[in-house]
């Protein structure tokens, strides 16, 4: 019994004797939480020794991989062997427990600060000075970048107005500049909507034939998937039969009522061959604003389909693309206020898009200039429009289509695209022409007719007038010539 407990005694004390002569060093790095770009921080390196130190060492450890393994980059540095203020000659068999700080400052951190931070520390072996004990600790700084901007567009904007089928819309939230992505959802006129999500997509940046030929699969698969949308959102409604034939008779009652600007094409194509026949006698003041409603029946209950998409950039930031679709009541949906509210760890409270979905109503139409002569070039421009209570612009935007009443246009065509419409040297014939611009977008169609008034331009009649005075002066001057001549011819042939 003797001799085992002999021996772990000497073991005990062999082990103690070791400590007292080797020391003893603990490196830890206080955490952090995630840090906000442009943010001060402060890093904390503590460690815990016996010894003597030699040297403090902050390196960072960059993303970029090289031959060998991670590049280091040296922050700072702390040498005791050149540091008067500190000794290093002390007792070696003296023991104390010493605990020590060394701190690195990070002012406004940027994007390039983020990732691993190693503190190394060396101390002195007690059993030799030219042995050095090392120990080291690391942490990870996270930056966080909040979201630049936040806007909401509409999808395959600019989109006519479905008159007698239901169509489906889509908004588009839009959120760049943020790290880590953020988290999207929409709400309508403040209350959460409730959505049926789809497949969420990831993608990474990449070169720009890259880009466009994913942009081209991206359009390709949401024409898809908005068919797809369009099939289960019209099949999952409940219509009721009776009140579509009911108001399919009702529309052709009314077809044959329809006022001016809102005829169907076939309609407007016998109005059009009729006054190329006839001189046109109607009575038309000189602005008319009509408005066409949809001539279907939708549920006020559609299904809402979500659809998150998110995109790596080339700065490190993501960007985020939320989408929401639905079948469209413009009944129901005009002046509904959708917004798109953002979640974010750098932020302290949610940053938000609004818009406020709104058919056109009237264009205000401009003409230049005021009084237009023969052979002025006039150009008709939508200005505006006479918005609603809550509206305070028209959203999705509208598409313009101009056109004459009773014929064509100036240069032969039947429309013109475009918010401005413009007459090249306008002739005396186009005066008190009715000119329509109408406006739509998917909530609703609206048309404007103005009456285009042209003066006479003096210029040109003085013109006209001088040269009918130069031609009656020049054949006066060749009558007068003529008339001596045959004199002449006379004379010589009495002589």
């Not at 880009?211 to 099949?235: F, H």
């Not at 066409?292 to 998409?309: I, N």
């Not at 009237?362 to 006039?378: E, H, I, Q, W, Y």
């Not at 031609?471 to 010539?481: I, K």
């Amino acid at each position: 019994m003797t001799g085992p407990l002999a021996l772990c005694c000497l073991l005990l004390l062999s082990a103690h004797t070791l400590s007292l002569t080797a020391g003893y060093l603990t490196v830890s790095i206080e955490p952090l939480p995630h840090v906000v770009i442009g943010d001060t921080v402060t890093l904390k390196c503590n460690f815990q020794t016996d010894g003597n130190l030699r040297e403090i060492v902050w390196f960072r450890v960059s993303t970029q991989v090289i031959e060998g393994g991670s590049a280091k980059q040296k922050i700072f540095t702390y040498d005791a062997m050149y540091n008067t203020s500190y000794s290093h000659m002390e007792d070696n068999h003296k023991r104390e427990d010493l605990v020590y700080q060394s701190t690195v400052r990070l002012p406004e951190v940027q994007m390039e600060d983020d990732g691993l931070y190693e503190c190394h520390v060396g101390i002195y072996d007690r059993s030799s000075r030219d042995k050095v004990i090392l120990a080291s600790g690391s942490i990870t700084l996270t930056v966080i970048v909040p979201p630049k901007s936040i806007s909401v567009v509409a999808a395959n904007s600019p989109a006519p107005f479905s008159r007698y089928e239901a169509q489906n819309f889509t908004l588009v939230c839009i959120v760049t500049g943020a790290k880590p992505a953020p988290m999207v959802y929409f709400k309508r006129d403040g209350e959460l909507i409730d959505v049926v999500p789809t497949a969420q997509s990831f993608s990474s940046v990449g070169s720009v034939g890259d880009k466009s030929k994913d942009q081209g699969q991206e359009k390709n698969r949401i024409k898809s998937q908005a068919g797809l949308w369009s099939s289960q959102v019209l099949t999952s409604r409940d219509i009721d039969d009776t009140k579509l034939q009911k108001t399919l008779s009702l529309l052709e009652q009314e077809g044959k009522l329809a006022r001016l600007g809102q005829d169907g094409p076939e309609l407007g194509e016998e109005q059009g061959s009729k006054s190329d026949t006839e001189p046109t006698t109607e009575v038309i003041p000189e602005t008319v604003v009509s408005r066409e409603f949809p001539r279907w029946v939708q549920s006020s209950d559609p299904l809402y389909y979500f659809q998150h998409r998110q995109q790596a950039v080339g700065d490190g930031t993501m960007e985020v693309r939320a989408m929401l679709t639905w079948s469209l009541n413009p009944q129901l949906d005009n002046e509904a206020l959708f917004s798109c509210e953002v979640n974010h760890p750098a932020l302290s409270m949610p940053m938000q898009a609004e818009v406020t979905l709104a058919a056109p109503r009237g264009p205000k139409l401009s003409m230049s200039p005021s009084k237009a002569k023969v052979g002025d070039t006039v150009r008709i421009t939508v200005q505006g429009f006479q918005l609603g209570p809550s509206a305070s612009e028209v959203f999705p935007e509208p598409m313009f289509t101009w056109t004459k009443v009773g014929g064509r246009l100036l240069d032969g065509s039947e429309e013109h695209d475009g918010r401005e419409l413009v007459l090249e040297r306008v002739p005396a014939e186009l005066n008190g022409s009715m000119f329509r611009c109408t406006a739509q977008n998917p909530l609703g169609s609206t048309d404007t007719h103005t009456r285009l008034i042209v003066f006479d331009n003096p210029r040109l009649r003085k013109g006209k007038e001088h040269f009918i005075a130069i031609d009656t002066a020049a054949s006066q001057c060749s009558l007068t010539l003529t008339s001596m001549l045959l004199l002449l011819s006379f004379t010589c042939e009495l002589t």
